[in-house]
């Protein structure tokens, strides 16, 4: 197996947009007042949190902040047991609306890392209910290799 080169401006660009998804999503997550209520009724984290999954509880003890006690495996598993990948869909929304096209376009098809990104983000799209999520939020569901892609 031969290591895949990144092709110039490459680790430029997936450091812009990762900073801006991670800038986005922390935003949603810790500074939006509704987001912990929101999480509790989209996922199922309350029951998750009956069960005995582990040698730990699902929160750290006498923690009051309900987000900042839950440990990692009872957050990631809420948030694959709904019909949306909220969380990555948020950080991908805005990150994909700053990047150069050009850039993105150009890195698709000569980077195949970020074309496997893209089209694993779509695969997931794609089995997400997009039923439940309208009106959730307020952008239509993307072709992210198809838009990235184009010439």
Partial sequence: MTKATAPRGAEEALAELS???????????????AFPGFFRWFTPIDELSLLALGSRPS??????????????????????QNPL????????R?????????????????FPFFRSLLENLEMTLAKSSWRSR???????RPTLSRSVSSR
């Fill in 85 to 92: 990948p909220a969380a990555g869909l948020v950080r991908l």
């Fill in 19 to 33: 900073e801006l998804a991670n800038t986005t999503y922390r935003a949603l997550v810790w500074e939006t007042h």
């Fill in 134 to 140: 309208a009106g959730t939020w307020s952008w239509s």
């Fill in 59 to 80: 929160r750290r003890p006498g923690g009051d902040n309900f987000l900042r006690s839950l440990r990692a495996i009872p957050w990631v598993f809420a948030w694959t």
């Fill in 94 to 110: 805005d990150s994909a609306r700053i990047g150069d096209l050009r850039t993105l376009r150009r890195l698709y098809r000569t």
